[in-house]
Each structure stands twice: as C-alpha cells, then as structure tokens.
C-alpha cells in the first residue's frame, strides 16, 4: 500500500471546538487537531473525511469549511442516525477521532478556473458546496460572476442562512437566489422547487454548474440545465453519500464500472452516461 494511501488510514484525534445549531436537524461541527490546533489534514473542496467515534461508530461526511481556512475544519451533519444522534448529542470540547481525505475534488484549479459558475443546491446539499463557493470567494480573481440557487423544505431548513445572507449575498460579484418549496409566514422570497426555480431562472449557458442535493433533486435539476440547453460537459454533481470507506475495499459505492470513492465522489455530468441508471 501506498505510503499517502497508508497515512489516509491512521486516524487523527481532533477536539470538536464548536458546536452550532444551523436547522431543527442539521448541526455544524467545528474540529482542530487535539495536540496544537489548527487543520487535521490539507484538503480541496469537495473531498470527504471519516468522522468516527470508538465505541459508536464511524461515517463518511463532507468537508465543508474551505481548504483556505487552516484554523480548523467544518462539518455540517444532519441527524440520521446512530452516529449523527451521538454526534448531535455531544458538548464542545470532546473528542473524535478523523482520517482522510478522501475522494476526487471539484476542479477548481483546472476547468473551473476562469468560469462563470453556477451553484446549485438543496437542503443539506449546500454542505459540499459551502466549501467550493468560499474557495472561490477567497481568490475572487480567478473566476467569473457566481451565482448561487439554493432551496429547502422551509425557511427553517436552509442550512448556513446567517453566512449566505451576511457575507455571500451581494458581494465580490456573488448573487444569491433562495427558494422554498411551499409558502409560509413571515417568507417574502421565492417559493418553487429547485429545479423549477432554475428553470424560472434561465441563467446562460456559458456558465458552469455543480449540483448537489438529494438523488431525485439532482435527476431534475439535470433535466432542467438540458432543457436550458447547458451542456452536460459543464456541470458536476457530487455522489458523496455512497461513499463507505473511502479507499476501494468495501465495493459498496460501486455503481457499474465505477467506485465513488477512487472515480469520484466529484463527476462531470457527461461522463454519468457512462453508468447504470441506479443513481
């Protein structure tokens, strides 16, 4: 075994340091090495790490705090589980254990490079693309205007609002449109479903889109971006949530030719032709 690959396996003890409340189901945990602070491990958007804690249990999450942060690292979970019910369960100041990183990342210093991007997501699916649009934000210079389509259930529901609404909205050319899937009191905004709402939307097809939400969220956003007459060679998608051990062993991220974790999780959309339709 490859000593990068070996190191990939040694679990880092880190200290959850932070602990904040972004929806009734979804927490985002803050977490620095235990012996000194700062980052576990270097990381580029997009890439995903194994959380776990001895005596519970173990699970693949997205890193979703930017490679450019080297103070600490961020995860947003929602509780599904036996491990995110432990996790959503603990207090600031405990520890777990982490190992990665895992997986292919976005090409932001290839393809994306230069691009009018696109962001779209829905519900928990802002998590892996947190980490990309603040990458961008952080060297602005270097790709074009962004605009980021993000939806949920309910107000409620909309994972990072304060960030979004305070230092994304607006600013460095990023303009943000937020939707909701059904009317409620108080919500002056958009209320469609996703895929509607890009489609309402009709952004160019110059630009480049990465997706990521729920499989069926994702099926249509796809219809929506080929209707728009977008390419499939410009848009990504992310299948994380297959992902298992992360280096290839299990076989239980397999879809057809492909291991989610060695092949992605990060694809372009064209090359999804190439597998069985069981995602």
């Not at 776990?52 to 979703?64: R, Y």
């Not at 292919?104 to 997501?121: C, Q």
């Not at 929506?224 to 390419?231: N, P, R, V, Y």
């Not at 848009?235 to 291991?259: A, D, P």
Request: net charge negative; aromatic share 8%.
């Amino acid at each position: 075994m490859a000593d990068s690959a070996r190191e990939m396996l040694i679990p880092i003890v880190g200290e959850v340091t932070d602990i904040r409340r972004d929806t009734p189901d979804v927490k985002t945990f803050r977490v620095v090495k235990s012996d000194g602070g700062g980052v576990c491990f270097p990381h580029m958007p997009g890439q995903c790490a194994m959380l776990s804690v001895p005596g519970v249990g173990e699970a693949m999450f997205s890193i979703t705090s930017s490679p450019t942060n080297t103070e600490y690292m961020e995860f947003s979970i929602k509780k599904c589980g036996h491990l995110t019910d432990w996790l959503h369960e603990m207090d600031p100041g405990q520890d777990i254990t982490i190992r990665g990183p895992y997986g292919n990342a976005f090409p932001v210093e290839t393809e994306l490079k230069g691009k009018d991007l696109l962001f779209i997501a829905g519900g928990i699916g802002l998590a892996p693309l947190r980490s990309v649009i603040n990458y961008v934000r952080h060297y602005r210079k270097n790709y074009g205007t962004v605009d980021i389509v993000y939806g949920a259930r309910s107000v409620d529901d909309l994972v990072d609002i304060d960030e979004i609404r305070s230092e994304w909205a607006g600013k460095d050319g990023v303009n943000v449109h937020l939707t909701i899937d059904r009317a409620q009191e108080g919500w002056d905004g958009n209320v469609a479903f996703v895929p509607d709402y890009v489609k309402q939307l009709g952004f160019p097809t110059t630009k480049t889109a990465l997706v990521c939400g729920p499989p069926i969220m994702i099926k249509f956003v796809l219809k929506a971006l080929e209707t728009l007459g977008f390419s499939m060679s410009r848009v990504y998608t992310t299948f994380e949530l297959r992902m298992k051990c992360g280096v290839g062993k299990c076989g239980r991220c397999n879809i057809g030719s492909k291991y989610v974790c060695k092949d992605g999780p990060v694809f372009r959309c064209d090359k999804m032709d190439e597998l069985p339709d069981e995602y």
